[in-house]
């Protein structure tokens, strides 16, 4: 079992930039895949990127790519997302999760946090 608990939301105006941290507990955290999502109110949720259990394998969506990278730290049992270039259509709850797997993967993932909230306008 993994909980998982995401910090680091808030409010940036266009082409701004925001970290987000997500911290793991309970379970071995380099036994799993770490993943970030989003969701936007009435769309359904998306993947964002995903970073396997070492951190030098990363995959990220092609509407993010070149802006956004994902990260962990297994010393610190956490996972990042630095968010650069923030654009009006990035805003949305972003969420945290873990899959029982040490590859990247796009999903499926069997915990989640319960997200932060992103908003990005002037």
């Known amino acids: 079992q993994v909980q998982l608990v995401e910090s680091g939301g808030g409010l940036v105006q266009p082409g701004g930039s925001l970290r987000l941290s997500c911290a793991a507990s309970g379970s071995t955290f380099s036994n799993y895949a770490m993943g970030w999502f989003r969701q936007a109110p009435g769309k359904e949720r998306e993947f964002v990127a995903s970073i396997n259990w070492s951190g030098d394998s990363t995959y990220t969506a092609d509407s993010v790519k070149g802006r956004f990278r994902i990260s962990r730290d297994n010393a610190k049992n956490s996972v990042y997302l630095q968010m650069n270039s923030l654009k009006p259509e990035d805003t949305a709850v972003y969420y945290c999760?873990?899959?029982?797997?040490?590859?990247?993967?796009?999903?499926?993932?069997?915990?989640w946090g319960q997200g932060t909230q992103v908003t990005v306008s002037s």
């Open positions: 999760a873990a899959a029982r797997i040490r590859t990247s993967t796009t999903g499926p993932y069997d915990y």
